[in-house]
């Protein structure tokens, strides 16, 4: 007759001789897993990395922006200096043409200058043809000064070599040195900008009135 307990018992030992094994393997295993491995950064070190790789590509975003706003700036600026040069040319366009006009102006004024002196019961006919001139030239000196051709008188201002050329120069004791003494032509401009420069005298008075 066999003996159920003791054969029971001589297997429970042989049982724990399997599992027990098994259970101690498993939990080694599951503490090897949870250790660092050898040599792996730290988690400061990786984070010390990923802030300096933000640093950089920050670095770099702003060197880039910095890039794109001075392309910007420089766009703009060319775009108006386009704007500035197309305003020119449609406004100095006819600066040739202007300059032409002017001396027929200026031929107006010597007919005025070439009549007699206006005096008192003198020939109808000449009163009539400098009513006739000064009344066309008020005309052509208003046309022209729409269109942004305008004369000055230098006559009594300082000489200047910007604005005109001297034709002589004379000694004057009632002048101040370097005054214009007389304009045989005005000053013309075109827009403010120098178009014909006035034809003057210029007085010399070295050591007289300053």
């Known amino acids: 007759m066999t003996n159920t307990t003791d054969t029971q ?15 101690h393997g ?10 660092q491995p050898e040599g792996a950064p730290s988690t400061d070190d990786v984070m010390s990395a990923a802030s300096a790789r933000i640093k950089e590509l920050e670095d770099q975003l702003a ?19 386009a704007k500035r040069d197309v305003d020119d040319a449609r406004q100095y366009a006819v600066q ?8 027929a102006a200026e031929n107006l004024k010597r007919a005025l200058a070439s009549l007699p002196p206006k005096v008192e019961g003198e020939d109808k006919l000449i009163t009539t043809m400098r009513e006739g001139i000064e009344g066309t030239e008020r005309s052509f000196l208003s046309i022209l000064e729409r269109h942004g051709v ?5 006559s009594g201002k300082p000489f200047d070599a910007n604005q005109h050329q001297a034709m002589a120069e004379q000694p004057s004791a009632e002048h101040a040195h370097g005054t ?7 000053t013309w401009t075109l827009h403010g900008r120098l178009l014909k ?9 070295e050591g007289g009135a300053s």
């Open 63 to 81: 060197a880039e922006h910095d890039k794109w706003m001075r392309s910007e700036a420089e766009m703009q600026n060319l775009r108006a200096r």
């Open 96 to 103: 040739k043409f202007a300059r032409d006009v002017v001396e």
């Open 9 to 23: 018992g001589a297997e429970a030992p042989a049982e724990d001789a399997v599992n027990g094994p098994t259970e």
């Open 26 to 35: 498993s939990s080694h295993t599951t503490a090897g897993t949870d250790a």
């Open 197 to 205: 420069p006035a034809m003057v005298v210029v007085a010399k008075n």
């Open 150 to 154: 305008v004369s000055e008188d230098p």
């Open 180 to 186: 214009v003494m007389q304009a045989w032509t005005p």
